[in-house]
């Protein structure tokens, strides 16, 4: 790949983790408000005792969600600071952040939705997914920062 094709590859996954990245964060910052209102309301559908598993499921959505977010945010800068030669960690860690951002506060969400008891509902087994491909998107752009030559 040329310098010119890696600077332009570059910028693709910038734009793309920062729109990401920000969309997300109103999405997310958004069901933090719609759980305020719910708080505020004081719905029996949200707080009641049996609902306690909805209330930690949501409230974990929206928080991993939100911190999510701010990853792709920081994800999509750190292209920026770091070398472009190697672009197979860049290629991997993309897709592998933006799942880990769909499928960890889906999951929490989703197995808040329908709840057996005080279990969750099935979309908690999306979790270990979204987990695994974090860490791998984390470990691959760690790994690329502390190889990168530029800077001090």
């Not at 499921?57 to 991993?64: D, G, I, Q, V």
């Not at 030669?85 to 499928?103: Q, Y």
């Not at 889906?106 to 974090?134: M, Q, R, S, V």
Request: overall charge positive; some cysteine; proline content about 4%.
């Amino acid at each position: 790949m040329t310098p010119e094709q890696a600077t332009t590859d570059s910028t693709r996954y910038f734009l793309r983790h920062v729109r990401f990245g920000w969309t997300s964060l109103l999405v997310f910052l958004t069901l933090g408000i719609v759980l305020e209102v719910l708080h505020g309301f004081k719905l029996a559908w949200y707080l009641d005792v049996d609902n306690s598993t909805r209330r930690l499921m949501w409230t974990l959505a929206h928080a991993h969600g939100t911190l999510l977010a701010l990853v792709n945010i920081a994800f999509g800068v750190t292209l920026r600071l770091v070398d472009t030669e190697d672009v197979r960690p860049r290629a991997i860690a993309s897709p592998c952040l933006i799942g880990a951002s769909l499928l960890l506060p889906g999951g929490f969400f989703l197995g808040g939705l329908f709840t057996y008891g005080g279990d969750p509902g099935l979309g908690i087994f999306l979790l270990p997914l979204g987990a695994l491909l974090l860490l791998v998107g984390v470990f691959l752009t760690a790994w690329r920062c502390v190889g990168s030559r530029r800077g001090g």
